[in-house]
């Protein structure tokens, strides 16, 4: 039976990866392909009882599952979440014992899932810079990923990095697990999905 899974996404920085994900999971899942909804709470994921009532909601329709993909930085001051296993414990505080639900965050931005993908940062940026002297999760609140992508851009293309337009770009045709095998998060969030789909 087709699994339908309900991903829970910040904004449409996170749909950009919408088809990045499906194409990597096609070449998975043959035959056992799932279907995905993105839904996109506009700037950061509900907590609390919003974040319980809209997963139950998502459960109670037509999901067999629901996965919430939040960043760790989220540009609060403090910081909302001190690292990715701080987020996803909090997300499951506030929803509770369901296990249809799977928390998951980007450690410390989705962003650092692209540096995997540097040779093509630096042909879209017009750089040779080089990658941060980092694991791609390791770059954190002081200097979250998007800011080093944000200087490459101006330094390069004399321009702004544009997360949906510069953030597609960089994941175009590319295989995820490369990233996957140099971010422990993004790995996570796969696997529950192939677990999810494939049980």
Excluded at 135 to 143: A, F, L, S
Excluded at 151 to 159: D, Q
Aim: hydrophobic share 40%; aromatic share 8%; proline share 8%.
């Amino acid at each position: 039976m087709t699994q339908r899974i309900a991903i829970i996404v910040e904004g449409e920085t996170e749909k950009i990866f919408e088809k990045a994900l499906r194409d990597y999971l096609s070449g998975k899942l043959p035959g056992q392909m799932p279907r995905l909804k993105f839904i996109s709470e506009d700037g950061r994921i509900l907590t609390g009882d919003k974040l319980k009532r809209d997963v139950g909601r998502l459960l109670a329709r037509d999901h067999d599952a629901v996965i919430a993909l939040t960043d760790v930085y989220t540009g609060a001051r403090p910081p909302g979440f001190v690292n990715a296993e701080d987020a996803k414990r909090k997300m499951r505080e506030w929803v509770g014992p369901e296990p249809r639900f799977h928390p998951h965050a980007a450690q410390y931005e989705f962003e650092a899932w692209l540096f995997p993908f540097w040779s093509t940062i630096q042909r879209l940026s017009g750089t040779n810079r080089n990658p941060p002297p980092l694991h791609p999760e390791t770059v954190n609140h002081d200097r979250p990923p998007a800011t080093h992508l944000k200087e490459l851009f101006l330094s390069g293309k004399r321009r702004a990095y544009v997360k949906t337009r510069d953030g597609a770009a960089i994941l175009r045709d590319q295989n995820l697990e490369v990233s996957a095998a140099r971010c422990p998060e993004l790995r996570a969030f796969l696997d529950t999905i192939l677990s999810i789909a494939a049980p």
